[in-house]
């Protein structure tokens, strides 16, 4: 089974719908991670959160939300989806390291959203 | 901001031939890690291998090394008796000693022919 999941993998909304996108782990991370990634951009951070009670936004929060329902689920919304939040989306988790700092980040399938 | 610059959109390779994909970064952070991730047609991120700034050794992993230049901001992967499982996109990714927020690159489409 796979250590980090995400639903749906594949969305079709339209403009102005609202709309979530889940991801849970098995890992027993404490940190998880939402990106984006377009075409010729890589991918870009949305927002993280280090526990339950602790949200950050990250490059490009604007138009999201999130949720850290528990130390396993984070999930993103859309309030009123817009077409150029068509992207693939990829959830991630991580460990601290025995340095202080997150070690490797572990990602998610993605989850591909077409907003019409 | 830190930036991610990869300079080959895409590259090509021959089976069981050496191919080194590029990486450069803009940081003023003594500190940091960097990271090769790879991304098959199935999607996943997968971590191909992983540098410490302070750490002078090149990472190894089997057939996958980096080349990591300090001075000149360069972090380019080497991949050894390339196969065709290695054709996917390679993402390079910066991210600052003590800070979650990782940076990626626009990543190198890689093409392995038989």
């Known amino acids: 089974d796979a250590d980090v999941t995400q639903t749906p993998r594949n969305r079709i909304t339209k403009t102005g719908k609202r709309i979530m996108l889940e991801c849970s782990q098995t890992k027993g991370h404490d940190r998880m991670y939402w990106y984006r990634q377009d075409p010729g951009l890589g991918l870009r951070l949305i927002y993280y959160s280090f526990d339950v009670k602790d949200i950050n936004k990250g490059e490009i929060s604007d138009g999201y939300s999130v949720s850290r329902q528990a130390q396993a689920k984070f999930s993103l919304s859309l309030e009123s989806a817009i077409p150029n939040q068509t992207a693939l989306y990829f959830c991630a988790t991580s460990d601290l390291g025995a340095s202080g700092a997150s070690e490797t980040q572990y990602f998610g399938p993605g989850t591909r959203l077409l907003v019409l | 901001a830190q930036t991610v610059t990869q300079s080959q959109p895409e590259m090509s390779v021959q089976e069981a031939e050496t191919v080194t994909l590029s990486c450069t970064y803009d940081?003023?952070?003594?500190?940091?890690?960097l990271f090769w991730y790879k991304q098959p047609p199935s999607r996943q991120m997968i971590l191909v291998i992983r540098q410490e700034a302070y750490k002078q050794q090149n990472a190894t992993e089997n057939r996958f090394s980096v080349n990591f230049q300090k001075a000149a901001k360069s972090f380019s992967l080497k991949i050894s008796d390339s196969q065709l499982g290695d054709a996917a996109m390679y993402f390079c990714?910066?991210?600052?000693?003590?800070?979650?927020?990782?940076?990626f690159g626009a990543g190198t489409r890689l093409t392995v022919k038989p």
């Open positions: 990714a910066y991210r600052k000693y003590n800070n979650n927020d990782m940076r």
């Open positions: 940081t003023s952070e003594s500190d940091y890690y």
